[in-house]
């Protein structure tokens, strides 16, 4: 008697709150080591390597253009190839960060390593959210999304820590960046476990298409998904590229800034970015339950301003309060600001959600370029980082004019 064949899949996870801590592991990995770590590492790494502010700018920048990339890249992949490319992707944010360890590397391949993590942040960042959220029942999505997104404060608490472990035990960026990514490879493993079944992917005759057809079958999908909203979304977009451009400033150079001005206080530029990591963790449901009682674009335009204010608090003060004021809230600010917008624009084309996400992450990571290189130049030669913080305030301040004018705009048209 013939049995059938065993299924070759033994390893599934189908439990949704796993599922959902996975991708936070995973937002941990692509954004807490892969974009921020480098955040917690850069006055080390100014130190050991004496790179000047403008390097240190453009290797932040560098990063920041990768990013952009990665979102526009994730914009194409076909449903069916989500999984894959976010697998393939997630390897290459680890091996980059690994890379960081190589004694005596040439600055090119800092560049080179630094967008190739750039790439592989924004890809994984949209399509591990694509991936996770969709795996969710519509009962638990709400919860259970802000546990997912909570990966990039957790990232973020993780580098502050461990890169303050290691400093005090004697070691540098180099070791820092290896552990950070040999703690990272179990979430490949994890990965496997969530992927897609071949009945849930899709396997009709259509699965290959030309390179040619994709682009045509991108801009009609582009010009469905904006068609009566494109004033708004412009607004909305416009927005977020100030929001990107202003709280770049002090998630690049925060630690950097703390050196300078907190030179007798050990290791504050890491108690600061942990401060960053702690509130975007736990306030990040906050603002959600917020948004149920006065709406996301009321919640959006107080976190714009208030995240306004600081990048204004180091100016106003100059020792630590200002500082300390600054983290906590960009920390209680930016990941808000992130979930409040993403979730307006899909909303406003529910068919084309993930296309509309993909656009605002495009308008963030411009902003983001944008920042670093903006904050050296105004920083001179002394690295005063004061009139980069007040250009980000008075972007984040136009960006709540523009958030009224937006606000107008929707009830318009409702």
Sequence with gaps: MMTAPKS????????ETAIALIGL????????YGRFLFTATLPDIMMQLTLSTTVAGWLASINYIGYFIGALVAMFVPQRL???????WTTVSIVTTMLLAIPNMSLILWYIIRLLAGIASGIAMILSSTLVIQSLSDKRRSVLSTLHYAGIGVGISASALLTWLLLVLGYHFDMIWLVAGISSLPLLWL???????????????HQYQSLRQTYINFKRALY???????????????????????????????????????STQSYAGLLIWLIVGV????FNPVWGLLAKRIGEINTLIGLTLLQAVGMFTPIWFDGALGLYANAAILGLTFAGMVSMTLNIIKNMN??????????????????????????????????NFNAGLFVAGMGLLVGVVLLFIFRRQVKQTV
């Design 8 to 15: 070759r899949r033994t390893f599934t996870i189908t439990n």
């Design 279 to 282: 509130f975007v963790t736990l």
């Design 82 to 88: 989500t999984w894959q490319t976010l697998v393939f």
């Design 191 to 205: 990965l496997f476990g969530i992927r897609p079944t071949p009945s849930s992917s899709l396997t009709s005759s």
């Design 350 to 383: 529910p068919a084309y959600s993930n296309l509309l996400i993909g656009l605002a992450t495009l308008a963030y990571a411009l902003g983001q370029f944008i920042g670093p290189l903006v904050t050296v130049a105004l920083a001179g030669k002394d690295d």
């Design 25 to 32: 592991y995973c937002l941990a990995v692509v954004m807490g």
């Design 224 to 262: 469905e998904a904006v068609i009566g909203n494109t004033k708004a979304i412009t607004l909305l977009a416009a927005s977020y590229v100030l929001a990107g451009f202003g709280y770049i400033t002090s998630a690049t150079f925060l630690p950097v800034m703390a050196v300078q001005r907190l």
